[in-house]
């Protein structure tokens, strides 16, 4: 019992910093989305109004647009990331001239703040001043234009996010590949597997606790991303790339709709609960030792 | 079932070259066991034969086919690691039948011969579990079950008896000689036990920094060791080697040891004043008055045997009896050697006289 008094002692400053910055600003979201406030409304208080707000979000075809790219736009982005992170890790697994070079390079934007990559992005992108267009242009003749072209804009801040997030799957990977055992590898090659089997049947199946954390961490990040996208194309052109962030920050802050935006939030987290829940008992869960 | 000839194997790392032109022919259906201290290199052989090691020169045969360039899956052999190297996401029965599904077996036939394996090894209860919450031997009896499903040219065993308990080790060891009898599969098995070796090769291969010392059948390698480290490491307690000179000639020769004590030596071909290594087993000494007088430093009773330790000058030496002597340390004791259980090797070459 005295150990365990210590533990939460030491646990204190955690819980209540926690609790002030983490629990409080939650329920108190959950308690705004039953509510009507809109302070700059004819009445700025805040109107009790039950789950009207819910029974809104179910029929607003702006957030059923927004979800739609947002989902698009995470499926996309979180596979190709989880693809191209496991090619790198595999690539950094062996031995070449420049690997710590690479590596350390490669995990260059995990340091950038999001906002800074969205002007990076910007700035490579806008037509006439862009490097991107620019070589689009000279090389096969693309005009590429994310202010007109909602496709252009969509793939653009697609590749953004792979290109910022890639590294950390890449770190995460390495991480789990570095602490395999050797012996049920070569254990396969003499069980007659080839590259690809051990890959399908050995490899995957013993790194998957591993992807699936990597793949949680980038689905929760991808699905509330903003700033990158607000300052790279501002949601635009149109709402092509107006992601569910962004959505719920253009309901509350231009438009001071508090109540209805976080009701949206709310769904957005039980949303991201729900897929998270499913990739885990679909994924990971069978896994689990059998009794017996 | 195969054959496997090695024949003048190198490996090398870079400059530093750890196998020097090993050889060895194994013959099929027979049970080989290569034995040495770590670091010896019979692990590096079993593996290059596997096809995990690169061979840096020389040719490595299964069965009259040259393997260097052979892929480990094309090899057709069975391999049982010292960690087991069990899969652990897969079940018992998923390890089991892992090679039978890359080859593409059909499902009943996989189901078949996996439940026939578990039953010769006593594992029909477990197929549904995972390696994690089975025991060290259960594990074991696994890899070895996964080794035996896929019917190999080959069985490969990489000390699969160390990280069992001493009681395991030996009933283990008796499953493995009896799962050979009844296979008649080729196996090479790799130990740094030299009682796993005796109790279970058909053939000892003694390997030491990358050489092959002496390939032999267990007994002959105990009764006609070639070398001082062959005679030193086959037999347990190890063999007595007294250091001294051969003085006399014809029936008359006696060892004298460069502590003085002397020793009868059987007829010889080590000439008059020749530098040599006495070699004489602790269990090929009795006690007697007859005997030479050695002082006791230590006995240790077994009940079965007692173990004398006793000294003449430098010259340390132990026997072991079947009688239950009590000497106390210091008193004297005779020692009776027959000359014919004596070895003698050159000092220098360190070869059988």
């Known amino acids: 019992m005295k150990s365990n008094t210590f533990g939460w002692i030491l646990l204190a400053p955690t819980i209540v910093v926690l609790f002030f910055f983490g629990v409080l600003p939650f329920l108190y979201v959950v308690y705004v989305s039953f509510h009507q406030w809109n302070p700059f409304a004819a009445n700025p208080n805040m109107i009790y109004n039950a789950a009207g707000n819910f029974r809104q979000i179910v029929f607003d075809s702006a957030f059923l647009a927004s979800l739609g790219v947002t989902v698009a736009f995470v499926f996309f982005a979180v596979l190709t990331e989880v693809v191209v992170g496991y090619v790198l890790a595999q690539a950094f697994m062996s031995d070449f001239p420049g690997k710590a070079f690479f590596r ?8 950038i703040a999001p906002i800074i990559v969205g002007s990076i992005w910007k700035l490579m992108t806008t037509p006439s001043i862009g490097i ?5 242009q000279s090389s096969v003749g693309f005009d590429l234009n994310i202010g007109q072209s909602a496709a252009a804009a969509f793939i653009i801040t697609i590749t953004m996010d792979i290109w910022h997030w890639t590294p950390l799957v890449t770190l995460t990977l390495i991480a789990a590949l570095v602490s395999l055992p050797p012996d049920p590898f070569e254990q396969a090659q003499i069980d007659g597997a080839g590259k690809w089997q051990i890959f399908w049947h050995i490899t995957l199946p013993m790194i998957a606790p ?49 109540g209805y935006g976080s009701a949206i939030s709310v769904v957005v987290l039980y949303l991201t609960i729900v897929v998270c ?8 869960a069978p896994r689990k030792p059998r009794k017996g | 079932m195969a054959d496997v000839k090695i024949e003048k194997v190198f490996k090398r790392y870079g400059s530093v070259q750890i196998m020097h032109g090993v050889g060895v022919d194994i013959e099929d259906g027979e049970f080989v066991v290569l034995v040495g201290p770590s670091g010896c290199g019979k692990s590096t052989l079993l593996r290059m034969i596997a096809g995990l090691e690169e061979i840096s020169e020389g040719t490595i045969s299964i069965g009259g086919r040259i393997v260097n360039d052979v892929l480990p899956k094309e090899r057709d052999i069975a391999m049982v690691f010292q960690s087991y190297a069990l899969y652990p996401h897969k079940t018992v029965f998923d390890n089991i039948g892992f090679p039978l599904k890359m080859a593409k077996r059909s499902q009943a036939e996989i189901k078949e011969k996996v439940h026939k394996a578990a039953e010769i090894l006593d594992l029909t209860k477990l197929l549904d579990r995972y390696p994690k919450q089975l025991s060290g031997g259960q594990r074991q009896r696994v890899a070895m079950g996964r080794a035996i499903v896929r019917d190999p040219q080959v069985f490969l065993f990489d000390e699969p008896l160390s990280n069992l308990d001493a009681k395991l080790r030996v009933t283990m060891r008796v499953e493995i000689k009896e799962l050979h009898q009844r296979l008649k599969t080729t196996i090479v098995y790799v130990t740094h036990d030299q009682i796993e070796a005796m109790t279970m090769a058909d053939k000892i291969v003694v390997m030491r920094d990358g050489r092959v010392e002496q390939i032999g059948a267990p007994l002959d390698l105990y009764d006609n060791p070639q070398n001082v480290f062959v005679a030193g490491f086959i037999g347990s307690p190890a063999m007595n080697f007294v250091q001294g000179t051969i003085k006399g000639s014809g029936t008359k020769k006696q060892f004298v040891s460069d502590g003085g004590l002397t020793l009868p030596v059987p007829a010889t071909a080590a000439a008059d004043g020749q530098a040599v290594t006495y070699g004489v087993r602790p269990e090929h000494i009795s006690v007697g008055a007859e005997g030479i007088l050695l002082r006791v430093v230590v006995t240790e009773p077994t009940g079965a045997e007692t173990q004398i330790f006793a000294k003449a000058g430098k010259d340390m030496m132990d026997a072991i009896v079947k009688e239950r002597i009590s000497a106390a340390p210091g008193e004297e004791i005779g020692f009776v050697i027959d000359p014919a259980n004596v070895h003698l090797f050159d000092r220098k070459t360190e070869r059988r006289i």
């Open chain 1, 132 to 136: 991107i267009p620019h070589l689009l």
């Open chain 1, 210 to 258: 591993a992807v699936m954390a990597t793949v949680f961490i980038r689905l929760m990040d991808a699905l509330r991303i903003v700033d990158e996208v607000l300052m790279l194309t501002g949601g635009g052109p149109g709402s092509a790339t107006r992601y569910i962030g962004v959505h719920i920050f253009r309901e509350v802050f231009p438009r001071t709709n508090y």
């Open chain 1, 104 to 111: 350390t390079i490669h995990t260059l934007p995990l340091i």
């Open chain 1, 277 to 284: 829940w499913l990739l885990y008992t679909g994924m990971l």
